[in-house]
């Protein structure tokens, strides 16, 4: 069987050779004779999968003694609650830049726990674009962004990143769809978290790095599985964790590793240039975002109209090409290439939207 390109946006690619070693310790973890699958999470062995996988993302992240590493359960979702629980007063206010879907939710989830100040927002134009004026009260705890918004294919440039870190405030930036996929400062963040699935890893595991100093501040109760300090501690084996997918993260970090973020984003970049281009001088098809916040990790975009996107739908179905139709709220189609994407697979969608568009003429 011929494996399809996939578009998904997450779960997501991963790099073949990840799925090989995989499947090989399935059967024959780190030589023990015993699948990962029914290996104690105490083993020395399991043990030394999650040294490695925090190891491996303090270098790739060249995190400071200030910054601590936790692989989590609940998806990029429980981070929602979990981030304003441990970082914000009842009484406090917390900024919330509203670029998307997932950061309305995450919003949404503050309130149950402190104040929220919608710093700026681009929902009336349908999150079509990163809105960059800012209204941020002094005495905000932290400001919330979303670096990449999957759904609607807008990502906040490194230089307005930059820009935000700059300010006398922390930053807690939802990374889900984009860490790893570039070089950033990430010692001036106070919290990031990334659901694995999308950039790397399988689904059930959630990457936390936090600011160590910005804990201890709330004066509310915390369960010991809510509070970050608990992971910390027990170096996220307070219960058991998600072996497998753990596992498989810590493959997909040494994959990340060996290529280089520096190298990934360069591959990210022309990747998209070439994708953005092919929309930009056809005829037929048409980005979704505004240009100059157009995402490097999900393209969205669409024909004029819907039957013509059933059409090209099927096309893309006969070149074996998955996993691209638009999230239903946008429609269209959400071309997501992210790092375990190589460009062949641009390459062929490419091919497939330029014989699509000569078909019809
Ligand atoms: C997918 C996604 C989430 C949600 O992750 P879950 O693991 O499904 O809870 C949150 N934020 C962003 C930016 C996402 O792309």
């Known amino acids: 069987m011929i494996k399809p390109y996939n578009f998904y946006s997450g779960p997501a690619i991963l790099p073949e050779e990840v799925l090989h070693q995989a499947q090989e310790a399935i059967h024959n973890f780190s030589g023990t004779g015993l699948s990962v699958l029914e290996i104690s999470h105490r083993s020395k062995e399991f043990v030394a999968v999650m040294d490695e996988a925090i190891a491996l993302v303090k270098e790739l992240m060249q995190l400071d003694a200030d910054h601590e590493v936790m692989f989590l359960q609940g998806g990029g ?4 609650c979990m981030a304003p629980m441990n970082l ?7 900024g ?3 670029t998307g879907q997932w950061a309305n939710y995450a919003l949404t989830e503050a309130k149950n726990f402190g104040k929220v100040h919608i710093a700026a927002s681009s929902k009336a134009d349908h999150y079509t674009h990163i809105p960059k004026q800012l209204d941020l009260p002094a005495d905000a705890r932290y400001l919330h962004i979303t670096s990449n918004n999957t759904i609607y294919g807008t990502q906040l440039s490194t230089t307005f990143i930059d820009e935000l870190l700059s300010k006398n405030i922390p930053i807690v930036c939802d990374m889900s769809s984009d860490l790893f996929s570039r070089k950033l400062d990430y010692n001036r963040f106070g919290l990031v978290y990334a659901a694995a699935q999308k950039n790397f890893g399988p689904a ?10 910005l804990l201890g501040k709330v004066t ?12 910390i501690i027990k170096e996220s084996m307070h219960n058991t ?3 497998f997918a753990v596992y498989v993260a810590m493959l997909a970090l040494r994959w990340t590793k060996q290529q280089s973020i520096a190298e990934i984003e360069q591959q990210n970049i022309r990747k998209a240039e070439k994708l953005y281009t092919a929309i930009d001088n056809s005829m037929l098809f048409q980005g979704i975002a505004a240009k100059e916040d157009r995402s490097l990790m999900n393209v969205c975009f669409r024909t004029a109209d819907e039957a013509t996107d059933e059409k090209f739908a099927a096309l893309c179905k006969q070149k074996n090409i998955v996993g691209i139709k638009g999230y239903r709220t946008v429609g269209g189609f959400r071309a997501s290439i992210y790092n375990a994407m190589p460009e062949q697979g641009i390459d062929v969608l490419i091919d497939a939207m330029q014989e699509f568009e000569t078909s019809l003429h």
């Open 241 to 243: 964790p998600p072996c």
């Open 220 to 231: 509310r109760p915390l369960p010991a599985m809510l509070d970050y300090r608990t992971h």
């Open 204 to 213: 059930g595991v959630t990457l936390v790095v936090v600011n160590k100093h």
């Open 96 to 98: 919330y830049l509203e």
């Open 88 to 94: 914000l007063n009842e009484n406090e206010t917390a």
């Open 77 to 80: 979702s429980m981070q929602f």
